[in-house]
């Protein structure tokens, strides 16, 4: 039984430094002084673990705060579900879907919201500011809601309704951006450099990496196993980082011995980080145009560091189009009853792309990111919507 708790510290994920976890901490300063405009992160920290890997399968135990000061809402242990009916017609029997659409406020941005409310709460921080395509938004409010914290949150105006009606009715004050994501991350960057508060956009807080690593740590508890293959949605380029930790750390504990395949999915009009890989860096960035919105980012914020973890663990980047998105999102939705927004049927669909190239024994695990109640307009593009209302059986065609 090992009694001794884990500790932490910051490690600047390009030159290595160590900083100590603590408020107005964010990226490393002598690799952000390197900083050019319109481009990925300089500088992002990662969380280092030292110590022995805890008895708990509590993933918060595994976290750099304390689980006193998590508020109440109970954010992952989401299903990793056996699509049986998929596993029937694509011939792969050990594909699994870890669903993050679950978690309470319907993303899996929520574990990220989780560590973030409680290291605010901990060092007694009252508000936090949040940029967001929506997901994120809505999530810090919901989980600051729960928490007791101000949530200001910056959305571009074209956020999915939905997204931004979740936030006001959790209590967030809404700031509505006439321009993209870029333009709400940069408006949110100056508010919170003047008016103070914890500042929760990805990647710059780096406990928005340590987080979302949780989804890792469940997908081998649950599965008892490092599967072979994790297929994941990505913009930014967070998620995808905080899977990686996640089995990097476990691989540390030594309580895996391995680490899986992990295969970035990209949309067509939102590629930045599949053209890195191509060229070895990132350059002038193209404007980007999806239909998954959770994913169109023009500069993908953690794009350095999640290029560096593909390389180093030998991950894949692939793209698909929206059409495909769609394809992909009806064919979660009707064979398997799992109703996914755009963006996280995305990692479905580059499963569905590469899968006359894989093991059909191998374990697979495709991660489903955000609900698919979130997004109607787009989901409507993908059915056909019912003829004109009848009152009697004789109209029905
Ligand atoms: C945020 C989000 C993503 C992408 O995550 P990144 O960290 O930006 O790569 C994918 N799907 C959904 C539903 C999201 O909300």
């Known amino acids: 039984m090992n009694k001794e708790t884990l500790r932490f510290t910051?490690?600047?994920?390009?030159?290595?430094?160590?900083?100590?976890?603590?408020?107005?901490?964010?990226?490393?300063?002598d690799c952000a002084k390197k900083q050019e405009a319109n481009r990925p992160l300089r500088g992002v920290l990662d969380v280092q673990l030292f110590g022995l890997a805890p008895e708990s399968r509590d993933v918060r135990d595994f976290l750099p705060v304390p689980k006193a000061?998590?508020?109440?809402?109970?954010?992952g242990n989401t299903p990793l579900w056996e699509p049986e009916r998929i596993r029937k017609k694509t011939g792969f029997n050990n594909l699994f879907i870890k669903d993050d659409g679950l978690n309470p406020t319907g993303s899996l941005k929520d574990r990220a919201s989780y560590l973030v409310a409680a290291f605010a709460r901990q060092h007694s921080i009252k508000s936090v500011i949040v940029a967001s395509t929506g997901n994120a938004a809505s999530s810090m409010s919901g989980v600051g809601a729960a928490a007791g914290?101000?949530?200001?949150?910056?959305?571009?105006?074209?956020?999915?309704?939905?997204?931004?009606?979740?936030?006001?009715?959790?209590?967030?004050?809404?700031?509505?951006?006439?321009?993209?994501?870029?333009?709400?991350?940069?408006?949110?960057?100056?508010?919170?450099?003047?008016?103070?508060?914890?500042?929760?956009?990805?990647?710059?807080?780096?406990?928005?990496?340590?987080?979302?690593?949780?989804?890792?740590?469940?997908?081998?508890?649950?599965?008892g196993r490092v599967p072979e293959l994790v297929f994941?949605?990505?913009?930014?380029?967070?998620?995808?980082?905080?899977?990686?930790?996640?089995?990097?750390?476990?691989?540390?504990?030594?309580l895996a011995d391995r680490m899986p395949t992990?295969?970035?999915?990209?949309?067509?009009?939102?590629?930045?980080?599949?053209?890195?890989m191509k060229v070895g860096g990132f350059n002038e960035p193209q404007p980007s145009d999806t239909v998954a919105d959770s994913i169109s980012v023009d500069v993908p914020r953690n794009g350095i560091h999640t290029l560096s973890n593909l390389k180093k663990y030998h991950g894949k980047c692939i793209t698909v189009s929206d059409g495909e998105i769609l394809h992909a999102q009806k064919q979660l939705s009707s064979n398997a009853g799992l109703f996914a927004e755009p963006a996280a049927?995305?990692?479905?669909?580059?499963?569905?792309?590469?899968?006359?190239?894989?093991?059909?024994?191998?374990?697979?695990?495709?991660?489903?990111?955000?609900?698919?109640?979130?997004?109607?307009?787009s989901a409507r593009k993908g059915v056909t919507l019912p003829a004109s209302p009848v009152k009697t059986l004789g109209e029905i065609r």
């Open 345 to 377: 049927a995305t990692a479905f669909s580059g499963f569905l792309k590469l899968k006359n190239e894989l093991d059909k024994a191998a374990d697979i695990v495709v991660l489903s990111t955000g609900n698919g109640l979130k997004d109607i307009v």
């Open 232 to 254: 994941v949605p990505v913009g930014d380029g967070v998620i995808i980082s905080g899977i990686f930790k996640g089995f990097r750390d476990l691989l540390q504990l030594t």
């Open 149 to 223: 914290l101000n949530v200001t949150i910056f959305i571009p105006k074209t956020a999915p309704e939905a997204k931004m009606v979740q936030s006001l009715q959790y209590g967030a004050r809404v700031i509505l951006v006439d321009g993209t994501y870029d333009d709400a991350y940069e408006l949110s960057m100056e508010f919170a450099a003047k008016n103070g508060g914890l500042n929760r956009n990805t990647a710059y807080n780096p406990l928005t990496i340590e987080g979302k690593k949780t989804v890792a740590l469940e997908i081998f508890f649950q599965l």
């Open 262 to 276: 992990i295969v970035a999915v990209q949309a067509e009009g939102s590629s930045a980080i599949c053209r890195a």
């Open 69 to 75: 000061f998590f508020p109440a809402i109970p954010v």
């Open 10 to 29: 910051y490690k600047c994920s390009e030159c290595g430094k160590s900083y100590a976890i603590a408020p107005g901490v964010y990226t490393c300063p």
